[in-house]
């Protein structure tokens, strides 16, 4: 995995133009992370409607490339989700990040696959791992209403 | 020894790093060591190996004649006036820790006041943190000036009737200030407080001369001088030894043993409990040649020649801002590059070969104060060359491409 592979088009692009990044209005979820090795920092705003769909997800913070495309991609993906989905979602990119060779779930589609496989790079940088799973942990505390920051230094 | 010629000396520069020559900017958080003191691990583990300091066979006693010379050697080095106020720790973190430890245990009283700097690297200050709770002294830090130095003004004006002791840093591994620690350690001593100086970055490109300086604890970190990781040393003026309680116990630093009372041993093993790291003090005799055989001096004008070419080169670079701008400063070149995160320099420099440090180097106060959230830190040692400053540039060019796309 050399430069090219981690850096690929999608981490840049997501990196200097990350999407969703504003606060959503009116969210009635929401939690912070921060990554204090790196200075990486997140705060992720959620509206789920009355069915339990993430009706608006976005984004606040700052960061590396790998820490803001990760966040942006996320966003992204997780709009109009299920909460079931959200979860089945974070727990197969987190699986896919620290050792599967791909993601199973069939909830998105193999080019949205792709996008997050971009990322899957940072497993030959094991400090820069925590870049990449920042907002996911993070979106995981809003969903479960955690008050507490999302600290990467307390997971894995 | 000549200096232009000592990369050959360094194992690590024959291999390659993704298909690149290895650029190594990151002596400051350790350095890379000479065939000299590699070859001396294998041949003590090979040829030589005992413990020391307890056996009377034949090896334990040349082991041990090793291990006390390398204490002989240091204490030159430094110009300590006894060979035991050299005493081993595990790193130089050991070393800040066993002075707050014991000189707390034994001084330090609620309301006392423990005077740091911005400057700290964390191990200069989380073993200071421990006292806050378990005696309720409190910490103050000296603050920085724009040009990220620490002046002598700054630690008079913080210096109050409770302060008790004063430990700062010989030089930032951030900002890469020198610290004018005569002059501070002369306050001190003119206040009856005493000090303790960080020299993790001091000992590896300074000279030093202890009954000079005048400091009463100097902590020294073995792998920044061409020595094997898990040594340090801990230079602390022999009334303190004296005085101080021990601060590990175990065998090796009692005397008598019974079950009613312990009574213990004399410096330095009053400080060295339990086995100690053998190989790494045998082998740290041989880092302390290899300066030697280079001088001190020299490595010093070295560097400082290299600290200049690489400060002209990366200003000439517009979009790299360098962090501090002290008069008096060691070979460390820290920076930002607009837009981009250090970890992504770090990232992309690598690809190149350019081994640098991102984040904020253990030193979270001083980023905080300066509002950065992470710096990418580029520091010499006596092998880097100004090749390897232009290929730092041309990597650091390389990155600006890539985000700028």
Partial sequence: MDLKDLYQEIILDHGKNPRNLRKTENFNKDAKGHNPLCGDKVHIFLKIDENKNISDISFEGSGCAISMASASIMTDLMKEKKEKEVKELVEDFLKMIKESPEMKTKIISENEKTKLMSLSGVKQYPMRVKCATLAWHTLTSAMNNSKEETNTEKFD | ?405
């Fill in chain 2, 1 to 405: 020894m000549n200096i232009n010629n000592i990369k050959k000396q360094f194992p690590i520069f024959n291999n390659k790093v993704h298909n690149n020559d290895l650029v190594y900017l990151d002596s400051a958080n350790s350095s890379q060591k000479p065939q000299m003191v590699v070859d001396r691990i294998y041949d003590f583990y090979t040829k030589e190996f005992s413990n020391v300091g307890r056996s009377v066979h034949y090896l334990a006693v040349a082991a041990t004649n090793l291990y006390e010379n390398t204490r002989i050697m240091m204490q030159k080095y430094i110009n300590a006036k006894d060979p035991n106020e050299i005493v081993f720790t595990k790193g130089a973190t050991e070393a800040i820790n066993l002075v707050a430890n014991t000189f707390g245990q034994k001084f330090l009283r609620e309301g006392d006041e423990i005077l740091l700097t911005e400057l700290e690297h964390h191990s200069n200050y989380v073993p200071w943190h421990y006292l806050r709770k378990l005696k309720g002294v409190k910490i103050n830090f000296a603050e920085i000036n724009n040009d990220g130095e620490i002046t002598i003004e700054s630690i008079e004006k913080s210096i109050t009737p409770k302060t008790k002791m004063i430990a700062i840093t010989h030089l930032s591994n951030v900002t890469g200030a020198i610290l004018p620690i005569k002059e501070i350690t002369s306050l001190a001593h003119s206040k009856n407080i005493p000090i303790l100086i960080d020299g993790c970055q001091g000992a590896p490109h300074l000279k030093l001369d202890m009954q000079d300086i005048d400091c009463d604890f100097y902590a020294i970190s073995c792998h920044k001088m061409y020595g094997p990781t898990g040594l340090g040393v801990l230079y602390a003026k022999k009334k303190w030894l004296d005085t101080l309680p021990p601060y590990q116990g175990g065998g090796g630093m009692i005397r008598e043993v019974k079950k009613e009372g312990i009574s213990f041993g004399d410096l330095p093993n009053k400080y060295e409990a339990g086995t100690m790291a053998t190989a790494q003090v045998i082998a740290f005799g041989e880092s302390i040649k290899f300066l030697n055989q280079i001088g001190i001096e020299n490595i010093e004008k070295h560097e400082s020649e290299l600290t200049k070419y690489g400060e002209e080169v990366l200003r000439k670079n517009n979009s790299v801002k360098l962090v501090g701008n002290p008069k008096n400063k060691g070979s460390v070149l820290s920076f930002t590059l607009d837009g981009i995160h250090a970890h992504d320099i770090a990232t992309i420099l690598d690809e190149d070969g350019v081994a640098i440090r991102a984040g904020h180097h253990c030193c979270q106060i001083l980023h905080d104060k300066l509002g950065l959230s992470a710096t990418a830190r580029a520091s010499l040692g006596v092998y880097n060359t100004k090749d390897d400053l232009d290929k730092l540039n041309e990597s650091i060019n390389k990155c600006k491409k890539i985000f700028d796309r």
